[in-house]
Nanobody
Framework: QVQLVESGGGLVQPGGSLRLSCAAS????????MGWYRQAPGKERELVAG???????HYADSVKGRFTISRDGAKNTVYLQMNSLKPEDTAVYYC?????????????WGQGTQVTVSS
């Protein structure tokens, strides 16, 4: 099957930076869109940033200018560089990927990584 493994979360002070990584592995034919979502306590999961197979990106208004999504096709990995972090960025961040397998296309999620922005 397919696994998405995230890393890079942690505790950071306001104004600081973190870089999240998500590596996909398994019986992958090709990876289409990839993205990062987040869910804060008591709130719904929301899209933070997405990147298509051809490199087109889109961001939530709340992170534009501060976060940058990128991907390494050779490594099946997507990154989220987060700068100028704010307390309201505190959430569990989830990686998502639309992956084509030999049997068809499916949607996969990582296990989540905690990001806490606090002084």
């Amino acid at each position: 099957q397919v696994q998405l493994v995230e890393s890079g979360g942690g505790l950071v002070q306001p104004g600081g930076s973190l870089r999240l990584s998500c590596a996909a592995s398994g019986s992958i034919f090709s990876i289409n869109a990839m993205g990062w979502y987040r869910q804060a306590p008591g709130k719904e999961r929301e899209l933070v940033a997405g990147i298509t197979r051809d490199g087109s990106t889109h961001y939530a208004d709340s992170v534009k200018g501060r976060f940058t999504i990128s991907r390494d096709g050779a490594k099946n990995t997507v990154y989220l560089q987060m700068n100028s972090l704010k307390p309201e960025d505190t959430a569990v961040y989830y990686c998502n990927a639309d992956i084509s397998l030999l049997a068809g296309t499916d949607d996969f999620w990582g296990q989540g990584t905690q990001v806490t922005v606090s002084s």
